[in-house]
């Protein structure tokens, strides 16, 4: 029924009791390395994480805040930049309907000294 019999299955059993004692075992664990270069053993001072954590902390309002000013400065100049155009239009266009004025009556004056 079965395709080993019980004497291999405990033989191969002790094979692995056996080859499990001859490799030496020590005290530490080993642990896996995701990086090249591995990590110093000290242990780093907690002062030097004070500017990670306020930034931790205070990195997404910092952010926010930062980015609200740059829409807010980008809107203020389109529209200082549209009325300054708005303004140059109408002046030009004042002087382009005077200059039309002067030509009308120049063309007057040169029709009425022909005649």
Known sequence: ?????????????RNRKLSASLIPRSGLQVRARFSSTQAPNEPRP???????N????????????FLM?????????????????NEIRSEMQAIITDLETR?????????????
Do not use: C, N
């Not at 029924?1 to 059993?13: C, E, L, N, P, T």
């Not at 902390?57 to 910092?62: A, K, N, Q, S």
């Not at 000013?69 to 155009?85: D, G, H, N, P």
């Not at 009308?104 to 005649?115: F, I, V, W």
């Open 1 to 13: 029924m079965f395709s080993k019999s019980a004497g291999q299955i405990i033989a191969r059993m």
């Open 46 to 52: 907690t002062g030097s994480l004070d500017h990670k």
């Open 54 to 65: 306020f930034y931790k902390t205070f990195g997404r309002p910092i952010a926010k805040v």
């Open 69 to 85: 000013a740059i829409f807010t400065y980008q809107l203020a100049y389109y529209f200082w930049v549209r009325l300054e155009q």
């Open 103 to 115: 030509i009308e009556a120049l063309e007057q004056a040169k029709t009425q000294k022909k005649r």
